[in-house]
């Protein structure tokens, strides 16, 4: 709760006061930190002013209560003390104090739950100070482990669990901890990958989280060039994971990309070395060469007549392993019809439509063998397991 004292050289009411904080802060920080932004995303909540008047001055208080983070509550704070002018009147706000709730409701518990043993039992009343040192160590910053022969900061959980987080360091381990991420492990600093990380790269799935500032775009490239990395996530623009609330965490991993969509898009802005850092990955993910094995697959006859027939209708044909037809439908419903569908049901997909990623992570996990479609959009990954074929190699 932010506390602040406004002072107004004439008679205003409250609403010129509020009017005053939204209109004069409007656009002062950027789209994204607008009061009323804020307030339509549940960050800030409702603004309470009090006043009264004394002579021509009008003086009183500010609460506004906040759901941001320790850092953005004060520079939101700090924002509010720019408004100079109410009306047209010159006016004067001072935060006299900004109070964390959640540390009185703690107390409130406290005090409460001595009150309710006392009215019990008194034998069964616990020693206060015993529990606010309780209440104290269950609110202390998690200690990180020591992990490999570097003594890396890491999370008790990282040889337990298949996927490891990968962060640049010890701050970061820390606050991930705080908000119950046990996987995670830092760089530690150094100018190259530990050898540790590498290890665990070779037999985990790696989501690697950096800052999102410039250091944050060398780190992603020093780490790609070096181990396996499965996904890429990044804090908000010239933000430290270090400083992300719990939140804030959750999005940034809710929102990392596979590291090959990552390197698309960089390479779609131009920065350098992306397309060498796609190699890399390739060579380290163990992806083969494009490889064709149309010559294992006999395709009868009467699929080719229909594959004929097939164009411009923008359907799709599902074969089982015998090519019994299984399944006709429109191309837009073939993703979803085949995560419906059990593992081995269907064999080929015959369709005029695009082959997209999607559709072959999506075939893939079905254990199809056979996708022949219109033509092949742009993809990242292409499983020897499973043949693409397109119209016009079909008929060649």
Do not use: C
Request: aromatic share 4%; charged share 30%; net charge negative.
């Amino acid at each position: 709760m932010i506390r602040a004292r406004v002072v107004v050289d004439g008679v205003v009411e409250k609403h010129d006061i509020i009017g005053a904080l939204f209109g004069q802060t409007e656009g002062l920080l950027g789209s994204e930190f607008d009061l009323r932004i804020l307030q339509d995303k549940g960050r800030v909540g409702r603004i309470i002013v009090n006043t009264k008047t004394q002579g021509s001055k009008t003086t009183g208080e500010i609460l506004i209560p906040s759901n941001l983070d320790r850092i953005e509550t004060a520079l939101l704070a700090a924002m509010i003390e720019t408004v100079d002018r109410v009306g047209p009147y010159d006016a004067e706000v001072k935060v006299q104090d900004i109070q964390d709730l959640r540390l009185e409701k703690i107390k409130m518990i406290v005090e409460r739950t001595v009150e309710i043993l006392r009215v019990w039992g008194k034998e069964k009343t616990p020693d206060l100070k015993e529990v606010i040192k309780s209440i104290q160590e269950y609110l202390k910053a998690p200690e990180p482990v020591s992990y490999g022969p570097e003594g890396l900061p890491a999370g008790p959980d990282v040889e337990k669990n298949d996927v490891v987080i990968v962060v640049e360091g010890r701050a970061d381990v820390i606050n991930l901890l705080r908000y119950g991420y046990t996987n995670v492990i830092a760089l530690g600093g150094a100018r190259r990958v530990p050898e540790t990380i590498k290890n665990l790269a070779s037999r985990k799935k790696i989501i690697l989280l950096v800052d999102g500032d410039h250091g944050g775009d060398l780190i992603i490239k020093e780490v790609l060039r070096t181990i396996k990395v499965d996904y890429v996530a990044r804090a908000p623009p010239d933000r430290e994971v270090e400083d992300l609330a719990g939140k804030e965490l959750e999005e940034a991993l809710n929102n990392a990309k596979p590291v090959f969509e990552y390197l698309e898009e960089a390479l779609k802005t131009g920065e350098k070395d992306v397309q060498e850092l796609i190699q890399v990955q390739k060579k380290l993910h163990k992806i083969p060469e494009e490889v064709r094995e149309a010559e294992t697959i006999q395709i009868p006859s009467s699929v080719l007549t229909t594959a004929k027939g097939l164009q411009g209708t923008l359907e799709s044909i599902l074969y089982s392993q015998d090519w019994s037809e299984v399944k006709k439908i429109p191309v837009r419903d073939l993703v979803n019809e085949l995560e419906s569908i059990e593992p081995g049901r269907v064999y080929a997909v015959l369709m005029d439509g695009i082959v997209t990623q999607r559709l072959i992570d999506t075939a893939l996990g079905k254990n199809v063998k056979l996708l022949i479609a219109a033509r092949i959009g742009k993809i990242q990954v292409k499983p020897p397991e499973l043949t693409i074929l397109t119209y016009n190699e079909l008929f060649t």
